[in-house]
């Protein structure tokens, strides 16, 4: 399977001339530039700055990660962009289809998707945005994938609590969040509530709170939600099945009634639908309605494994975007 990938150094001049700029990102730009436009290789840029191979490997990384170059792949036509193409018209949404080969474990295919994933969201996110972000194994993945793409006045939202019986949860999601602060510049609301109370009616009190409706209205306030799909059967298990999230009762239940998987602890069945599953009445995620609301809802799945539960989130409208992985994508195509 082949590729083109294009990579392109974009200077980006200071109007003030005065303005100093520090000896390792004016060394990066410039590496950047020979290696990316000129097409030098690494050794005849360590001759021209006077450094070594590596010294000049690790500014030309540096480049990449402060957000100097913008690669931009641009694929010929391959099973990958056939598969998103067939998928796309289908569904009516836009797909991106990660290239994968058998050779990869599912921590790898993973890794590849999450990837890729945080690099589309560099060109999603925007200034005066507000942004919905889920937690899991999946989206822990992607904002440790995430570069810097420094924005303006825009916030990131936590989608559902992460407290449980056996953990606060705080440091797990904060950590995603963070991350996703630091990536984008953002004010990073969090959303201190368990995963799922005990009880409906506790959930129907706390939603009454201050403090809770707060971060609700900044929730109603999305342009972007982001996040993946758990499922019971998952390769790489989801976050909420593995993590002392269910018991052993919930668990059977949700296969009794048909459940494929949830988004942001919200469950669905394979048409899509949430309605009369008991756990949603207690869980502190958005409805599915709340999240059909949102403009774009990026979906990142890494995985075979995710299909029942792609197949229900697409039935019920909940995808506008989403990222799969190649073998994946094939077997969404299967049916």
């Known amino acids: 399977m082949q590729e083109s990938v294009r990579g392109t150094a974009r200077a980006r001049p200071k109007s003030d001339t ?25 050794e005849s840029i360590a001759r021209e ?13 540096f480049a990449k990660r402060t ?5 931009e792949i641009n694929p010929a036509a391959n099973m990958s962009v056939m598969a998103a193409a067939q998928l796309s018209d289908m569904y009516g949404i836009s797909v991106q289809v990660v290239p994968t080969d058998g050779s990869l474990d599912d921590t790898q295919v993973l ?8 690099y589309v969201l560099g060109n999603m996110v925007s200034s005066s945005m507000t942004v919905g972000v889920a937690w899991g194994s999946t989206m822990q993945a992607l904002s440790a994938a995430l570069g810097s793409h420094p924005t303006h006045d825009t916030v990131i939202v936590q989608l559902n609590g992460a407290a449980n019986p056996n953990t606060s949860g705080v440091g797990y999601a904060s950590e995603i969040l963070t991350r996703f602060g630091q990536a984008f510049t953002a004010r990073v609301e969090q959303f201190p509530v368990p995963a799922f109370f005990d009880r409906a009616a506790t959930r129907e009190a706390m939603w009454q709170e201050t403090s809770v409706r707060r971060v609700l209205k900044v929730q109603s306030e999305m342009n972007l939600a982001v996040f993946s799909l758990g499922a019971a059967n998952a390769a790489v298990a989801s976050q909420v099945y593995r993590g002392g999230y269910l018991s052993e009762a919930e668990n059977a239940q949700l296969r009794e009634i048909g459940v494929v998987g949830d988004v942001a602890t919200v469950f669905f069945d394979a048409a899509g639908r ?7 009445n207690r869980s502190t995620g958005p ?6 609301a949102v403009p774009r809802r990026l979906c990142v799945v890494a995985g075979r ?7 229900g989130a697409l039935a019920g409208g909940l995808i506008t975007d989403l990222i799969i992985d190649e073998g994946a994508a094939l077997a969404l195509l299967g049916g």
């Open 18 to 42: 005065s303005v100093q700029v520090d000896p390792k990102s004016r060394d990066a730009l410039r590496a950047a530039h020979l290696y990316y436009v000129q097409d030098m290789k690494m």
């Open 49 to 61: 700055l006077g450094t070594s191979r590596s010294t000049v490997s690790r500014l030309l990384s």
């Open 67 to 71: 957000g100097m170059v913008s690669v």
């Open 111 to 118: 890794q590849r998707v999450s990837a890729h994933a945080a």
């Open 274 to 280: 949430s309605q009369d599953i008991e756990i949603n």
């Open 287 to 292: 409805s599915l309605a709340a999240l059909r």
């Open 305 to 311: 494994s995710k299909i029942p539960a792609v197949r």
